[in-house]
Structure formats: structure tokens, C-alpha cells
């Protein structure tokens, strides 16, 4: 969903409309990422439009968080730390788990059955965390530093970001079976129908340009189509998907790619300054855009429902990375 080293500053202009998300049974996870070396980064928990929890000074950069089974997942990526919280209707109960992943930079996840995937940039690998257990079982090592990471339900999908490849492993081998040239900077992805799409950010030798791209796999063909945007074109990484249809961050909101991979403007969710949307996701039917001005909080998410109305604005704590939704099941 992110890339972590680009400050963008964003502003917001939209009606408010709270109609479909004051769900007593739901809960919104925001982590802030907070700045690095300074263990400063926290999770907010809101119910429709009211904070009813703040978990302050986690760890040192929060890169993901992902609900499952009545827990949350967090990855701390200068930490090297998962924290596995258990969530109940009036929030996280404290302190949690912590499992220390041994300097591993923990980045992305994906779970499969009993097993939490997630990939590491020092360690250069994939590392398998036992759910029952909650013991790192295993690795997958893999040539670069890996970023996003999916799941079909027999492979994974991960993204080399330091390159331009895709991996396909199998979940029972734990082997790279195949790997496929998606162009350089592959980061987020996310799969629909047979779809594999990949955004892809990276840049100049000299670091002073960002480019960005589209990608695209399909996993039963292993056909490809590559795609580059003009420089300035694209804003951010973070892929979504919205009424069926896959999205991207575009121009300071999120548009939908089209069949050829470039973007349908018209149909963009959000009209804002282009330096300024830091981060973007969706679940369960609503957009999240996390703002940040200068690395430091309070910063703005602002909530849209998938007609692209604003729904709420939350304030939290220093750049606004990540989001999940848990909702009760009775």
C-alpha cells in the first residue's frame, strides 16, 4: 500500500456525509507510521466517528497492520518487531504479543490457513510465522529486497522492490517456482479474478526523479503488460480495490487503471494536491487518504464511502501509513 520515503503534503476539500459508517459492531485500525529512530509511532482505534483508543510509542516506523481472527497484526519495520493484539468491541486489550524477528526489517504480510507470510528487507527473505504457535518456523530467501506480498491460496506473490521482478512460490514447497520481468520498482500489488496488478515506483540513478508504473500478470497465461507513466503523472504507489475495479493513487486521489493500464481520470476519487496524499487503502467499501505535512502529528485521514463521498475526518498521530477494519461477528 506505501511508499515509506516520500513526504507528500495533501489537502482536502469535500462535503460530509456519515450516512453507512456509524457501525457500533466495526472497528478502524490507523497506524501512524511516526518517525524514525524515535519509536513514536501509535495505532488509533475509532468507532464511526469517535477515537475511543490511542496505543502510543509501539516501536520505531509501523510499515503494516493486517486484522485476522479477532487480532491485529503489526509489523515494526525499525523495530524488527510483530505485535499481535487481540481486539474486542471496546478495542485492543494491552499489552499484547511481541515476537522480536532478529533485525529482519519486517515490511508486508499476507496469511494463508495457519500461517502468517511477511517479507523482510535486511534479511532478504520471506519468514513464516506459525499462527497456532506464533513461532517463525521458516524462511524463503530471495534475490533483493522484497516489499508486497499476496496470495492466491497455493502461491505467493512477491515483489522485489530493489529490482523488477515478481516471484511466484509455492506455499507447500516454499520454492520459487517461477519469476516473472514486471519493469522496475515492483512495490504493492493485489489480485482480481486472475489478475495479478502491480504498481511500481522508483527512481533516477542520481535519486532526484520518480518515476512511476503499472503492471500486470496474468496468473493463469503469465501473459504481462508493462506500462510507464509520464514523470509527474502518478503520485504514490498504494493500489486498491473499489466497486470491482482496481485502483491507484493519481494525481492527490485514487483513480481506476484501465484494461491497457492507464488511467481513466474521469472516474479519479479525490481532487487534491498532488504533494500531498501520503498514504491510500480500502476496506469494506470505504477509501481511507492519510495526509501528512512535515513527518510530524497530528495528521488527517480523511474517510470516503465508495461513491466517493466524505464520510469523516480523523486526526492521529504522525503519518498515517496503514488501515484494517474489524467488524464483530455477532
Not at 125 to 153: A, C, Q, W
Not at 245 to 250: D, E, F, L, M, N
Amino acid at each position: 500500500m506505501k511508499n515509506k520515503f516520500i513526504i507528500i503534503l495533501f489537502l482536502f476539500i469535500s462535503c460530509d456525509n456519515n450516512s453507512g459508517f456509524d457501525n457500533e459492531k466495526r472497528l478502524t485500525f490507523i497506524a501512524s507510521e511516526g518517525n524514525f529512530g524515535s519509536s513514536n509511532a501509535s495505532i488509533s482505534v475509532f468507532q464511526g466517528p469517535n477515537q475511543i483508543q490511542k496505543v502510543s510509542n509501539i516501536g520505531d516506523v509501523i510499515q503494516s497492520i493486517k486484522v485476522h481472527d479477532d487480532k491485529l497484526f503489526v509489523l515494526i519495520n525499525n523495530s524488527h518487531l510483530i505485535k499481535i493484539y487481540t481486539i474486542t468491541s471496546s478495542g485492543l486489550s494491552l499489552p499484547g504479543i511481541e515476537i522480536n524477528t532478529h533485525n529482519s526489517g519486517p515490511r508486508e504480510m499476507v496469511i494463508v490457513d495457519d500461517y502468517l507470510y511477511f517479507t523482510n528487507w535486511n534479511s532478504r527473505n520471506i519468514k513464516i510465522l506459525n499462527l497456532e504457535t506464533y513461532f517463525i518456523e521458516d524462511s524463503i530467501r530471495v534475490d533483493g529486497t522484497p516489499e508486497g506480498i499476496v496470495s492466491d491460496g497455493s502461491y505467493l506473490w512477491v515483489a522485489i522492490s530493489s529490482g523488477s521482478t515478481i516471484e511466484k512460490i509455492e506455499i507447500n514447497s516454499k520454492q520459487i517456482v517461477e519469476t516473472f520481468y514486471v519493469g522496475n520498482g515492483p512495490q504493492q500489488m493485489l489480485i482480481e479474478g486472475s489478475l495479478l496488478w502491480i504498481s511500481r515506483t522508483y527512481y533516477s540513478p542520481d535519486w532526484t526523479e520518480i518515476y512511476y508504473g503499472t503492471s500486470q500478470i496474468d496468473i493463469l497465461s503469465g501473459a504481462i503488460q508493462i506500462k510507464e507513466y509520464d514523470a509527474g503523472i502518478v503520485c504514490g504507489g498504494d493500489m486498491m480495490k473499489i466497486n470491482e475495479q482496481t485502483y491507484r493513487t493519481y494525481e492527490g486521489g485514487v483513480a481506476p487503471i484501465k484494461s491497457d493500464l492507464t488511467i481513466n481520470r474521469t472516474a479519479k476519487i479525490g481532487s487534491y494536491n498532488t504533494n500531498g496524499l501520503y498514504s491510500a487503502d480500502a476496506h469494506s467499501d470505504y477509501i481511507f487518504m492519510g495526509t501528512t505535512s512535515d513527518f510530524n502529528g497530528p495528521d488527517t485521514v480523511y474517510i470516503h464511502n465508495e461513491l466517493g463521498e466524505h464520510n469523516f475526518t480523523y486526526i492521529v498521530d504522525a503519518s498515517p501509513g496503514d488501515y484494517a477494519i474489524w467488524e464483530a461477528s455477532n
